[in-house]
């Protein structure tokens, strides 16, 4: 389903649209917070299965994702099959200086990310940086999405300001359980909407990507 850019942005503006964009993302985030360990368990294997299956994913050669954070879903099966086929993976760490995401190689887990960032796992300061431009495929997090890839983050506005870093096409995934997709997502013009949605129940492409 082709998404008019023009149609992305939201007519609420200002205090409206943050208001908009707090309550939405204070609800979706007690939902999620309150599934049972086990479903959420469960639900990622499916949202992983379904994400590895994307032709994308197996023809990137270097790969941009992050790692769970409190109730978010588990990536780590997908890092995990993105190293197992010789892919160059990216985590991003943030830079409080320069508001923007420092995006470091990183082949163990273990050993290579600790708690960082409001103690979001982070890739170590000193591994090898990588170039946005030779990222060729994105996992991008979100607290809520909608059939048009409107997405909602966290608030700090991070993604927006390296996803408009991007080279165009690069494919914008998104994993989320199925509480995450809400009917619309309030978004300012420069939010930018994601091609690509993964549930454990279905698969929205809502640009064409993936």
Not at 22 to 40: G, S, W
Not at 47 to 63: D, E, T
């Amino acid at each position: 389903m082709a998404v008019d850019p023009g149609q992305i942005a939201d007519p609420l503006t200002g205090p409206a649209l943050h208001d908009a964009k707090r309550t939405l993302r204070d609800q979706v985030l007690a939902a999620r917070d309150a599934l049972d360990p086990q479903d959420r368990a469960v639900a990622s294997h499916a949202i992983a299965a379904r994400v590895c299956a994307l032709p994308s994913f197996w023809q990137a050669q270097c790969i941009l994702m992050t790692l769970p954070f409190r109730s978010e879903w588990d990536t780590r099966p997908l890092f995990a099959a993105a190293l197992a086929g010789g892919k160059t993976i990216a985590l991003p760490r943030v830079n409080a200086q320069s508001r923007m995401l420092d995006l470091h190689g990183v082949t163990d887990l273990a050993t290579h990310t600790a708690p960082g960032y409001r103690g979001i796992p982070e890739p170590s300061v000193t591994l090898p940086r990588i170039d946005i431009r030779t990222i060729d495929w994105v996992l991008v997090p979100g607290v809520a999405f909608d059939v048009a890839g409107r997405r909602l983050g966290y608030g700090g506005g991070y993604y927006d300001r390296l996803l408009a870093l991007l080279t165009p096409g690069t494919p914008r995934i998104a994993g989320a359980y199925d509480l995450q997709v809400v009917p619309r997502v309030p978004a300012a013009p420069h939010d930018l909407a994601v091609d690509t949605v993964a549930t454990p129940t279905r698969m929205l492409i809502t640009t064409g990507g993936g």
